[in-house]
């Protein structure tokens, strides 16, 4: 595994601080998503961390609606600084 692909954003103060913060969650669901995504190109069929990851991206989509719904500004800053594509909308 790669230790240098995950993100620290937050600094560690702001980690102890903000622990419920949407952006934390959104940053912490990332950095699951990308531990998986690794451990699945090695596990092909590992199905039940398939499922997991399924559903951290559905978590972290809910999440990401809320956050451009309430604020559109921290949305952007948070989508360019995870490097993420904006989610589509309807």
Known sequence: ??????????????????????EFQILSFTNKIRRLTL??????KDYLSQRGLRKILGK???LLA?????NR????EL??????RERKTR
Do not use: A, C, T, W
């Open 1 to 22: 595994m790669v230790k240098n692909s995950f993100i620290p954003v937050i600094s560690q103060e702001e980690k102890e601080e903000n622990k419920g913060s949407v």
């Open 60 to 62: 972290r989509q809910r």
């Open 39 to 44: 451990h699945l190109e090695l596990h092909r």
């Open 79 to 84: 989508i360019s600084q995870l490097d993420i």
């Open 66 to 70: 809320y956050l451009s719904k309430k």
């Open 73 to 76: 500004v921290r949305y952007k």
